[in-house]
C-alpha cells in the first residue's frame, strides 16, 4: 500500500521561505511522476510543480522563478522549496504520485497525500 507522507507546511510572513517535503511509503515498482498540487479556499486543485521520470521538471506559470521542485530517487522523497511567497501562494498543498503498483500492472495508478496547510500573511 503506497502512501505519500506530507511535512513542512505553516504559516510564513510575505517573502518567506518554507519547505514541503513527501516521502513516498510502501512498495512500488515504478514512480513516473511525483509533485505538487494546491487547493485555495473556493478553487480548483491546480498542478504547482512535477517531476516527471526523476529529472524533467515542470512549474505553473504561477511560482515559476520563486519555487524549485527536487526529488531524492534514492529516497522516493520529493521536496518544493518555496522562495519569496504572497499571500496568494496560500492553499492546502497535496503531494501527488503516479506509478506503476508492480512490474506486471496493465495501468500506472494515482496517488495523493493528505495535504498540508500553507498560509503566507502578515
Known amino acids: 500500500q503506497v502512501q505519500l507522507v506530507e511535512s513542512g507546511g505553516g504559516l510564513v510572513q510575505p517573502g518567506g521561505y518554507l519547505r514541503l517535503s513527501c516521502a513516498c511509503s510502501g512498495s512500488i515498482a515504478m514512480i513516473n511522476v511525483m509533485g505538487w498540487y494546491r487547493q485555495a479556499p473556493g478553487k480548483q486543485r491546480e498542478l504547482v510543480a512535477t517531476v516527471i521520470r526523476g529529472s524533467i521538471t515542470n512549474y505553473a506559470d504561477s511560482v515559476k522563478g520563486r519555487f524549485t521542485i527536487a526529488r531524492d ?50
Open 73 to 122: 530517487n534514492a529516497k522516493n522523497t520529493v521536496y518544493l522549496h518555496m522562495n519569496s511567497l504572497k499571500p496568494e501562494d496560500t492553499a492546502v498543498y497535496y503531494c501527488y504520485l503516479n506509478g506503476l503498483p508492480t512490474y506486471s500492472s496493465l495501468r500506472s495508478l494515482d496517488y495523493w497525500g493528505q495535504g498540508t496547510q500553507v498560509t503566507v500573511s502578515a
